[in-house]
Structures are given as structure tokens and as C-alpha cells.
């Protein structure tokens, strides 16, 4: 089995043996510059991937409706004319 970290430069001289190895379900990180930079992965193990990260998800909606309620707040009356206090601008 052949390592599935591999460095730029040697990615692109070896694409094809890249790519055989993510077809049999290794993924194969890439890295540039000494950082991790990406994933390659078959069709097959990305559709997986994608479809149960969407089985995981909740839709916005949904998302919304599980927030937590706060508990009503008696409902004050605004201020009456009386107490507002206007000040003068200057444009």
C-alpha cells in the first residue's frame, strides 16, 4: 500500500497512482509547502460523504425551530410623551 500523504511536486508526477489508490477508497491528502492543503477521494466516497452529511444536517427551519424559547416578558408600557426628554442636533 502506498503512502496517502503526499507532496505536491509528487502528486502531480504521480497522478495516476494517486488517483488508483483514492478508487480503492484510500484517501490521498496533498500538501503544499508542508501544510495540509486537500483530500482526494473516489466519486463513490465523496457522494457517501456528502449524503450523510446532509442526513445529519437539520434545514434551516428546522434549525430555527429547536433554538431555545425564552419565557414571556411581561409587556411594559412604552414611555409616555411626558417623560421623553428631545434634544436639538446640529447637521
Given at each position: 500500500?502506498?503512502?496517502?500523504?503526499?507532496?505536491?511536486?509528487?502528486?502531480?508526477?504521480?497522478?495516476?497512482?494517486?488517483?488508483?489508490?483514492?478508487?480503492?477508497?484510500?484517501?490521498?491528502?496533498?500538501?503544499?509547502?508542508?501544510?495540509?492543503?486537500?483530500?482526494?477521494?473516489?466519486?463513490?466516497?465523496?457522494?457517501?460523504?456528502?449524503?450523510?452529511?446532509?442526513?445529519?444536517?437539520p434545514d434551516f427551519v428546522a434549525h430555527l425551530?429547536?433554538?431555545?424559547?425564552?419565557?414571556?416578558?411581561?409587556?411594559?408600557?412604552?414611555?409616555?410623551?411626558?417623560?421623553?426628554?428631545?434634544?436639538?442636533?446640529?447637521?
Open positions: 500500500m502506498r503512502s496517502t500523504q503526499w507532496q505536491m511536486q509528487t502528486a502531480k508526477a504521480q497522478l495516476s497512482e494517486l488517483v488508483e489508490a483514492a478508487l480503492r477508497g484510500e484517501p490521498q491528502r496533498i500538501t503544499r509547502r508542508g501544510r495540509d492543503a486537500v483530500m482526494v477521494l473516489s466519486e463513490q466516497a465523496y457522494v457517501a460523504l456528502k449524503s450523510s452529511a446532509k442526513v445529519d444536517a425551530l429547536a433554538m431555545p424559547r425564552q419565557r414571556a416578558v411581561r409587556n411594559e408600557p412604552a414611555a409616555s410623551p411626558e417623560k421623553l426628554v428631545l434634544r436639538d442636533i446640529e447637521l
